[in-house]
């Protein structure tokens, strides 16, 4: 039985795509924060610029980590409660709910 | 100029303390009488929704350090507050795509479950405990050292006995009330400093017209432009990649965040947690660098650094200056609860490493039954609150900021490579998790004692041997090449068979308790 499932075509899909979207959200999350860093250290005349007033670039992309890092993990959940929830089920089901 | 209540037990604060004192053990009284199994009293019988445990894990999260420090950190230095407040973010998505469901699906109380689940039970539990037990000591240590001297500075409280009054609490909510009763204390904690900070804020802005333009031209105009740029944080940028390791891997290796996700009864409701959880805690941050900024801006650095030279009185500070002595009085109290809170966590965390895997684990080679572990489990959370306790009296007036980095690099070097190699990689083996788990702990705790850090302001030794401040840039990266070196040299058959089978219940949660 165990075999079956996984050797089967839509076991395989499952483990996947949900490797492929943690992979790729994850080098989006690090890019994103390492990118951050590298920017203090040899962007500081970028960061230092202002835009209105006294706000400097350095703000927005400061606070723009924080709300992205929420967005990303806000896609993940969106892909795996549709998508991966759903695919998981059909696969559960076919086992007549062990 | 400088009249503040601070520093003096005022009547209102006493009453807010006492009302969250009381509703807290009531709580606990409540959750005592479902809390007979282990299922029960490590993860609340998995109860909890993910929406609520997304508060809790903010709960367990968001220290007083993270409150005072960081919002004392910008009305101080400005930007770079920011930047640390950014760092302990950024691990949570990391949690979400690399370790909540899986840790969900496959453990059952602690992440050390994980580890073993297709290695060699009992040298992989006491390898992962051990690491798990130092991380939360560390932890643990800096918290009550950091809750004695909070108290103190708030209340005018001595130090032994704030910090005694803390450890008494937090063994009564654990001892009694499991995992149920730390839940709903991280909650309502969430909930209380959440709805504080939020209505600080809005007494900021309605100061400046709802205009950030004003409160950031207020600030500037009094202490320079500076304030909006990154400042000294960033020397290094080596040290500064190697903290930020350590913060982001570090969250997804800390051992009461890791424990939370068994609460919940499945792996979607893991998922939607941390979700729930990285908003708020954003959120919170997003709120805090506002509040430091009102604070400089409304408060000032000068009777900011007289009161506290750290900063960590700023948001007190200000909370005095809009909203009078009750609403002082209310932060107060929330700050008090803070500490409780993530103090309990710690401490149900670092018990389970004793009862759940050495004891049952690797004593009883898993053979004991419900009642002898949830036994051995209050057994264990007694010593390890009376450890607490002492501790923090021993620390008192000592350094122990560099605790909370150890206790990050060392859960970000020992517990998190382990972990996620074990639920990636089919060739891992034991001898291979052994060593790296070995390696991240002794390279962390080494490399920070040869560090400036401790080598130079602790020891007071003219150079530093280690030239960074952050080990986790060495200790990370080389807990990950023992273990896979040490993996390739000694194949595990029986380990790579069971990692196929374990797929099943890792991705569709066949099989998940």
Same mark, same amino acid.
């Given at each position: 039985m165990k075999e079956r499932i996984l050797n089967s075509p839509e076991f395989r899909m499952i483990v996947r795509s949900k490797n492929a979207i943690s992979i790729i959200l994850t080098v989006l999350e690090l890019f994103i924060f390492f990118g951050f860093i590298i920017l203090l250290a040899y962007g500081k005349e970028f960061l230092n610029q202002k835009i209105y007033g006294p706000i400097t670039v350095g703000i927005p992309i400061g606070i723009g980590v924080i709300v992205l890092s929420w967005i990303l993990t806000g896609i993940y959940v969106a892909w795996a409660n549709k998508s991966y929830d759903e695919k998981v089920a059909s696969v559960r089901e076919k086992l007549g709910g062990e | 100029m400088l009249e503040t209540t601070i520093g003096q037990p005022t009547l209102t604060a006493i009453i807010f303390f006492f009302l969250f004192v009381a509703g807290t053990l009531y709580i606990t009284y409540w959750a005592a009488k479902r809390t007979r199994t282990t299922a029960e009293f490590y993860a609340a019988g998995r109860s909890i929704t993910g929406f609520q445990n997304g508060l809790a894990l903010a709960g367990d999260y968001m220290s007083a350090a993270s409150f005072l420090g960081i919002a004392g950190l910008v009305a101080l230095k400005g930007y770079d507050g920011l930047i640390y407040s950014v760092g302990f973010l950024v691990g949570w998505p990391i949690v979400m795509f690399l370790i909540a469901e899986q840790l969900r699906n496959l453990g059952k109380y602690t992440f050390a479950d994980v580890v073993a689940y297709r290695l060699k039970q009992r040298q992989i539990r006491s390898a992962a405990a051990t690491g798990a037990l130092i991380t939360v000591l560390l932890y643990l240590i800096a918290q009550m050292v950091g809750a004695g001297s909070l108290i103190k500075l708030m209340f005018g409280l001595p130090y032994e006995i704030a910090v005694i009054v803390v450890?008494?609490?937090?063994i009564a909510y654990v001892l009694f009330g499991g995992m149920l009763a730390t839940t709903w204390v991280q909650i309502i904690k969430a909930v209380l400093l959440l709805g504080g900070a939020t209505i600080l804020v809005f007494l900021i802005l309605i100061k400046f017209g709802f205009n950030y333009v004003d409160l950031f031209s207020t600030v500037t105009n009094k202490y320079g432009e500076k304030m909006l740029e990154p400042g000294g944080l960033v020397k290094n940028p080596i040290d500064t990649i190697s903290l930020g390791i350590a913060l982001m891997f570090g969250t997804a290796g800390l051992p009461h965040i890791l424990m939370r996700f068994y609460t919940v009864p499945d792996a979607k409701e893991a998922r939607k947690s941390v979700f729930y959880a990285t908003g708020f805690i954003g959120y919170f941050y997003i709120l805090t660098f506002t509040i430091g900024f009102g604070a400089a801006a409304l408060v000032g650095h000068e009777i900011i650094s007289k009161i506290d030279k750290g900063g960590n009185m700023a948001a007190p500070l200000l909370a005095e200056a809009l909203g009078g002595e009750i609403f002082l009085g209310f932060l107060a109290a929330v700050a008090f609860a803070t500490i409780l809170a993530v103090v309990a966590g710690l401490t149900l965390a670092g018990a389970s490493a004793v009862s759940h895997d050495i004891y049952v684990g690797v004593i009883r080679r898993g053979k004991a039954d419900e009642k002898q572990e949830v036994r051995a489990a209050k057994i264990a959370t007694l010593i390890l609150g009376v450890l607490a306790i002492l501790l923090g009296i021993a620390f008192k007036g000592q350094n122990v900021a560099f605790m909370v980095g150890l206790a990050f690099a060392i859960a970000a070097s020992a517990?998190?490579?382990? =972990?996620?190699?074990?639920?990636?990689?089919?060739?891992?083996?034991?001898?291979?998790? *052994?060593? %790296?788990?070995?390696?991240?702990? &002794?390279?962390?705790?080494?490399?920070?004692?040869?560090?400036?850090?401790?080598?130079?302001?602790?020891?007071?030794?003219?150079?530093?041997?280690?030239?960074?401040?952050?080990?986790?840039?060495?200790?990370?990266?080389?807990?990950?090449?023992?273990?896979?070196?040490?993996?390739? =040299?000694?194949?595990?058959?029986?380990?790579?068979?069971?990692?196929?089978?374990?797929? *099943?219940? %890792?991705?569709?949660?066949?099989? &998940?308790?």
């Amino acid at each position: 039985m165990k075999e079956r499932i996984l050797n089967s075509p839509e076991f395989r899909m499952i483990v996947r795509s949900k490797n492929a979207i943690s992979i790729i959200l994850t080098v989006l999350e690090l890019f994103i924060f390492f990118g951050f860093i590298i920017l203090l250290a040899y962007g500081k005349e970028f960061l230092n610029q202002k835009i209105y007033g006294p706000i400097t670039v350095g703000i927005p992309i400061g606070i723009g980590v924080i709300v992205l890092s929420w967005i990303l993990t806000g896609i993940y959940v969106a892909w795996a409660n549709k998508s991966y929830d759903e695919k998981v089920a059909s696969v559960r089901e076919k086992l007549g709910g062990e | 100029m400088l009249e503040t209540t601070i520093g003096q037990p005022t009547l209102t604060a006493i009453i807010f303390f006492f009302l969250f004192v009381a509703g807290t053990l009531y709580i606990t009284y409540w959750a005592a009488k479902r809390t007979r199994t282990t299922a029960e009293f490590y993860a609340a019988g998995r109860s909890i929704t993910g929406f609520q445990n997304g508060l809790a894990l903010a709960g367990d999260y968001m220290s007083a350090a993270s409150f005072l420090g960081i919002a004392g950190l910008v009305a101080l230095k400005g930007y770079d507050g920011l930047i640390y407040s950014v760092g302990f973010l950024v691990g949570w998505p990391i949690v979400m795509f690399l370790i909540a469901e899986q840790l969900r699906n496959l453990g059952k109380y602690t992440f050390a479950d994980v580890v073993a689940y297709r290695l060699k039970q009992r040298q992989i539990r006491s390898a992962a405990a051990t690491g798990a037990l130092i991380t939360v000591l560390l932890y643990l240590i800096a918290q009550m050292v950091g809750a004695g001297s909070l108290i103190k500075l708030m209340f005018g409280l001595p130090y032994e006995i704030a910090v005694i009054v803390v450890g008494a609490l937090m063994i009564a909510y654990v001892l009694f009330g499991g995992m149920l009763a730390t839940t709903w204390v991280q909650i309502i904690k969430a909930v209380l400093l959440l709805g504080g900070a939020t209505i600080l804020v809005f007494l900021i802005l309605i100061k400046f017209g709802f205009n950030y333009v004003d409160l950031f031209s207020t600030v500037t105009n009094k202490y320079g432009e500076k304030m909006l740029e990154p400042g000294g944080l960033v020397k290094n940028p080596i040290d500064t990649i190697s903290l930020g390791i350590a913060l982001m891997f570090g969250t997804a290796g800390l051992p009461h965040i890791l424990m939370r996700f068994y609460t919940v009864p499945d792996a979607k409701e893991a998922r939607k947690s941390v979700f729930y959880a990285t908003g708020f805690i954003g959120y919170f941050y997003i709120l805090t660098f506002t509040i430091g900024f009102g604070a400089a801006a409304l408060v000032g650095h000068e009777i900011i650094s007289k009161i506290d030279k750290g900063g960590n009185m700023a948001a007190p500070l200000l909370a005095e200056a809009l909203g009078g002595e009750i609403f002082l009085g209310f932060l107060a109290a929330v700050a008090f609860a803070t500490i409780l809170a993530v103090v309990a966590g710690l401490t149900l965390a670092g018990a389970s490493a004793v009862s759940h895997d050495i004891y049952v684990g690797v004593i009883r080679r898993g053979k004991a039954d419900e009642k002898q572990e949830v036994r051995a489990a209050k057994i264990a959370t007694l010593i390890l609150g009376v450890l607490a306790i002492l501790l923090g009296i021993a620390f008192k007036g000592q350094n122990v900021a560099f605790m909370v980095g150890l206790a990050f690099a060392i859960a970000a070097s020992a517990n998190f490579p382990a =972990l996620l190699m074990s639920i990636i990689w089919k060739k891992f083996t034991t001898q291979g998790a *052994i060593w %790296s788990i070995y390696t991240g702990l &002794a390279l962390s705790v080494i490399l920070i004692i040869l560090s400036p850090t401790v080598w130079v302001d602790i020891l007071k030794n003219p150079q530093p041997i280690f030239p960074l401040k952050s080990p986790a840039i060495v200790s990370f990266i080389a807990a990950f090449v023992v273990g896979i070196v040490v993996s390739l =040299l000694t194949r595990e058959k029986e380990a790579e068979e069971k990692f196929e089978s374990e797929k *099943i219940r %890792s991705y569709i949660g066949i099989g &998940a308790e």
